[in-house]
């Protein structure tokens, strides 16, 4: 089974079947330290910085990987803080997509 870091974003349509929760805590099992809320419509993260710029430097690289997977988190940047918001809009919920891209992000702070 490929991680998901070796997987890419494939495009959600409408109509497609959103995860359920138990099918979205088993790939949060899988990525560190985020979220689900209590409806298992968004996978959430935050990540904490020295300083203004470090946290906007680290938006401008989670928006290049939402970029080239096709898949775009919501970004809250402030003060030494970056919130990262996952959900996929198309189905109104959570799909493995969002759990892909919580996995590339995480892949960033480790370079």
């Not at 970056?82 to 370079?111: M, P, Q, Y």
Request: aromatic content about 8%; hydrophobic content about 35%; charged content about 25%.
């Amino acid at each position: 089974m490929d991680t998901l870091l070796e997987k890419k974003c494939i495009p959600c349509e409408g109509g497609t079947a959103a995860l359920t929760k138990t099918q979205a805590e088993e790939y949060l099992s899988q990525v560190n330290g985020w979220n689900i809320d209590t409806t298992a419509t968004c996978l959430s993260k935050k990540y904490s910085f020295p300083d203004f710029k470090s946290a906007l430097q680290f938006a401008n690289q989670i928006g290049e990987v939402a970029e080239s997977e096709g898949h775009h988190p919501d970004l809250t940047v402030s003060w030494g803080k970056v919130e990262v918001d996952l959900t996929t809009h198309a189905i109104h919920g959570l799909s493995e997509n969002d759990f892909i891209l919580a996995a590339k992000v995480d892949a960033l702070t480790r370079k």
